[in-house]
């Protein structure tokens, strides 16, 4: 995989999966950017999500993020990684 370890996508993933289920709901993962809301909007973050959720499940899961690093610019998936505040 490019730019992304196991253990780098679980904190990833950790971080945004705040209920604990083994899923990112949409409220999760709009409470990731919390911080950036001013950046957000939820338009914008609608389709960051749907980024993720290929499936159109309602949920992201770990495969989703695999998927999407493998498939992004290595530099996006690095800097994921590298800072695990970052949250698109």
């Given at each position: 995989m490019n730019g992304a370890t196991d253990e780098e996508?679980?904190?990833?993933?950790s971080n945004l999966d705040m209920a604990g289920t083994g899923h990112i709901e949409f409220?999760?993962?709009v409470a990731g950017g919390c911080d950036k809301s001013t950046l957000?909007?939820?338009?914008?973050?609608?389709?960051?999500?749907?980024t993720f959720d290929k499936s159109k499940k309602g949920f992201i899961n770990k495969q989703d993020i695999v998927d999407?690093?493998?498939?992004?610019?290595?530099?996006l998936?690095?800097?994921?990684?590298m800072d695990h505040s970052v949250v698109i």
């Open positions: 996508i679980d904190i990833i993933f409220s999760e993962f957000f909007t939820e338009d914008k973050l609608k389709i960051a999500f749907n999407f690093l493998s498939k992004s610019d290595d530099r998936g690095q800097k994921l990684c």
